[in-house]
């Protein structure tokens, strides 16, 4: 059992959880990340350490409330709860270089996993830029990364409500193209790194290939073991099967089979919409969602 010691909202749909778990503490390395099971009858889940304390023997995840699963661990978990499993840290480590100028992108909740890689190439004397692109409202590790690399840059785009979830992120989508182009240009850096959705992550990939800037990207197939048990998390690297989660998740963006990992990554979700219509159902009958 992971005790968590503190939860709270640091951004609309961003959860904030310090959880005691002192083995991954004092292994863990930038780049890796764990597996939660948060309930008996509950699935297993990647989320990343964004930061930790080996003495103290504690880790910081950030969970943004997108399916089920994480609308459950952000409503059902107090503080002083715990999590019933948490395996880690599993994947390989951030290539931990000289690379020179680096941008380091991250969309939405993707600037956690950007967060302790941008920090540590920072530390090891690289000159660190990174952009986080979301919208308003959230907006998260912007003191944080302002204090860890050479300079961070937050652009946001406003929420219309007068439009659909998907169609507003189409608007995040094209503010990060534009920005990353204007950076890229300004910048000339000699690594590009991202984290985000999958559509985003080939959309941004397109840009820097015209530069023709090396790329690498984190990804994020569906996973269930995260220990290279049962190829779920497979991907085509360069025509050759890898599994993200022994392999992985840092890849070379140019090498990504992209459309087949977009179509793999959608292969659930009616059965997601489905789960969470019952959740929301089940909440609303209890008096509301929090
Ligand atoms: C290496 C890695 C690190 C991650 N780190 C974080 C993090 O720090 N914070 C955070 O909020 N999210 C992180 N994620 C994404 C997180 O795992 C998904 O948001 C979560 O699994 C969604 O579950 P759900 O039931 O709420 O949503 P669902 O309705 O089940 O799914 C919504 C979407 O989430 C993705 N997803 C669902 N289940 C999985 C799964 N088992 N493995 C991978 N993707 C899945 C799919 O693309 C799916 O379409 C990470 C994913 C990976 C692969
Ligand atoms: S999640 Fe099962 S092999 Fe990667």
Redesign the pocket.
């Given at each position: 059992m992971y005790k968590i010691l503190e939860k709270k909202e640091i951004a609309m749909r961003n959860i904030w959880y310090k959880v005691h778990a002192p083995h991954i503490a004092k292994k863990v390395k930038p780049g890796q990340?764990v597996i939660v099971r948060a309930f008996e009858n509950g699935?297993?889940?990647?989320?990343?350490p964004v930061m930790w304390d080996k003495e103290e023997g504690w880790i910081g995840?950030?969970?943004?409330t997108?399916?089920?699963?994480?609308?459950r661990i952000n409503t059902e978990l107090k503080e002083g709860d715990s999590f019933l499993n948490i395996a880690g840290p599993l994947?390989n480590p951030a290539p931990m270089e000289k690379f020179g100028k680096i941008l380091a992108i991250g969309l939405y909740?993707g600037v956690?996993?950007v967060f302790p890689i941008a920090k540590a190439w920072q530390e090891l004397g690289n000159e660190v830029h990174t952009l986080h692109v979301t919208f308003e409202p959230m907006v998260i590790l912007k003191d944080e990364l302002e204090k860890a690399v050479f300079k961070h840059t937050v652009e946001t785009v406003s929420i219309d409500p007068n439009k659909s979830f998907p169609e507003n992120m189409k608007n995040v989508t094209a503010r990060a193209k534009e920005k990353v182009r204007e950076m890229i240009e300004n910048l000339k850096p000699d690594l590009v790194f991202m984290v985000g959705p999958v559509g985003d992550q080939k959309a941004i990939f397109e840009v820097v290939k015209e530069y023709n800037i090396p790329m690498e990207v984190?990804l994020?197939?569906?996973?269930?073991d995260g220990t290279g048990m049962c190829g779920a998390c497979r991907v085509h690297i360069n025509g050759e099967v890898k599994f993200a989660c022994v392999d992985g998740?840092s890849f070379d963006a140019y090498t990504v089979n992209w459309d087949e990992l977009i179509a793999r990554?959608?292969y659930y979700?009616d059965l997601?919409m489905k789960a969470?219509q019952l959740y929301m159902e089940k909440l609303q009958a209890q008096g509301g969602a929090q």
């Open positions: 990340f699935e297993r889940i990647p989320l990343t995840l950030v969970v943004f997108r399916g089920k699963t994480t609308l994947g909740t956690v996993e984190d994020h197939p569906i996973m269930v998740p990554s959608g979700r997601e969470m």
